[in-house]
């Protein structure tokens, strides 16, 4: 079995490409369903966050999973294949698992050590479970993925001080308007999101804050805790013109903002600026806004030169995260080599056992006056035998290097031992009961 990792990230595809991948969770199940259905793919998990789209797959043929995958992610972003392509990077088992770590341990995060990652792997992990597509090695990998996200946020200090996109975009409007003490802020959307904003934006001296949300209840359970003010979607026009800084994150498909309005609220504003920030993958601002005279829109990809200054400090806490990062993919390489191994040895076994009752039988006519006893001292005898005969070999197997010798030894096997060729599902066959001794003695009683 091999593992494949493909997606695009905020690295190599701008929001206008992530946006039109951006997957709802409801729609998850049944795309990793579909998924599956190809020959080539065993199990597959979906991770889709306003930076990176990327889906892991377990399968017997890389080359036909990827084009698989590939082809997905075209289809879904309704362009051709050839000018996805571009944007995609296909990771093959070493590399995709390392990448899989990194992911988890926000070391490929946009904010280098961000927190929120991590629950974003688990949940689609868990989307993965529901969907019934993540089997024994999907299991393993991503136990193995949190495992090193763990140490790599416990045992270094990536995970201390750290900064997320909301603070980030704090940041960026300090730029603007300095001091942010008595700005008011609207928040569109009532999820972590605009939780970690509203935290930072009151750090910062913000005192009035506005929650917009298309459910009322959580707008007012957010509002309530920072002493603000909720607010439905439909009221928002008549509140923009109040609001010095908007941090949207909501969850809509279609833009929220919409230029004629943010138009009226700046005749309102009299020239007083606006901060815009939007969070959101699918975009929730209309990026024409950003022409509007007095109104400064950025997008998730403008806050990178933000990150670029937070990321140096914390380059050296990276280095130490990435050394255990290796530890814990070098450790779950092994594990999958020895799963690979797996059906070779049931094979092994399987013929040599076959072997061994052949020769049983032939040796019956030397056993005509035997008792059960010593029939069973005879079974027993050509069990030990067979089994001190295998026993370096089966050891070697059971602990191959994760290297081309690895493979080396396994295509040796097969051709010293006489093997026909070992399909995928032999992995959930089982090895069937040898020759007993109640078989040798009804063919003692009964020779041919």
């Not at 607010?231 to 026009?237: E, G, I, V, Y």
């Not at 280095?319 to 690979?340: G, P, V």
């Not at 005969?389 to 059971?398: N, V």
């Amino acid at each position: 079995m091999r593992i494949c990792h493909i997606g695009l990230n905020h690295k190599t595809a701008p929001v206008e490409l992530r946006e039109r991948l951006a997957v709802a969770e409801t729609d998850i199940a049944e795309i990793l369903n579909q998924r599956i259905q190809h020959p080539a793919i065993r199990e597959a998990a979906l991770l889709s966050t306003c930076n990176r789209v990327e889906m892991t797959v377990v399968t017997h043929d890389p080359d036909a999973a990827i084009a698989a995958v590939h082809e997905w992610f075209a289809n879904t972003a309704k362009m051709d294949l050839e000018e996805v392509r571009e944007h995609l990077y296909s990771h093959t088992t070493d590399a995709a698992i390392r990448h899989l770590f990194a992911v988890a341990s926000g070391l490929d995060s946009l904010v280098l050590g961000e927190p929120q990652i991590l629950g974003q792997v688990k949940t689609s992990y868990e989307h993965a479970l529901s969907a019934g597509t993540a089997g024994h090695v999907l299991h393993r990998l991503y136990q193995s993925t949190f495992a090193a996200a763990k140490r790599a946020r416990s045992e270094t200090g990536i995970g201390k001080q750290s900064v997320n996109i909301s603070s980030c975009a704090v940041e960026l409007a300090k730029q603007i308007f300095g001091d942010l003490t008595g700005k008011t802020v609207l928040l569109m959307g009532a999820g972590e999101m605009a939780e970690l904003a509203a935290r930072h934006l009151r750090g910062n001296g913000c005192t009035d804050i506005l929650v917009a949300n298309r459910t009322l209840q959580r707008a007012q359970n957010l509002a309530r805790d920072f002493e603000g003010h909720a607010l439905t979607m439909d009221q928002l026009p008549d509140y923009l013109d109040a609001a010095d800084i908007i941090l949207s994150s909501t969850g809509a498909s279609t833009f929220v903002l919409l230029p004629d309005a943010i138009k009226a609220a700046m005749k309102k504003r009299k020239g007083k600026a606006m901060f815009l920030v939007d969070i959101a993958v699918p975009r929730d601002i209309d990026p024409r806004i950003g022409d509007i005279d007095g109104a400064y829109l950025y997008d998730i990809d403008d806050l990178q030169q933000v990150v670029q200054g937070n990321m140096e400090n914390r380059q050296n806490e990276a280095d130490q995260a990435r050394l255990l990062i290796e530890e814990e993919a070098l450790s779950f390489l092994r594990w999958l080599k020895s799963l690979e191994s797996v059906p070779l040895i049931r094979s092994i076994q399987q013929h040599m056992d076959a072997r061994r009752s052949e020769e049983l039988e032939k040796a019956q006519r030397y056993m005509k006056g035997f008792n059960d006893e010593q029939l069973k001292a005879v079974e027993q005898f050509s069990r030990a035998l067979m089994k001190r005969y295998l026993h370096p070999t089966l050891r070697t197997l059971k602990s191959l290097p994760d290297d081309i010798e690895g493979d080396l030894l396994m295509g040796a096997a097969n051709r010293l031992f006489d093997l026909k060729p070992i399909s995928s599902e032999s992995l959930d066959s089982k090895t069937p009961s040898s020759t007993n001794v109640s078989n040798i003695k009804r063919n003692n009683e009964h020779p041919s």
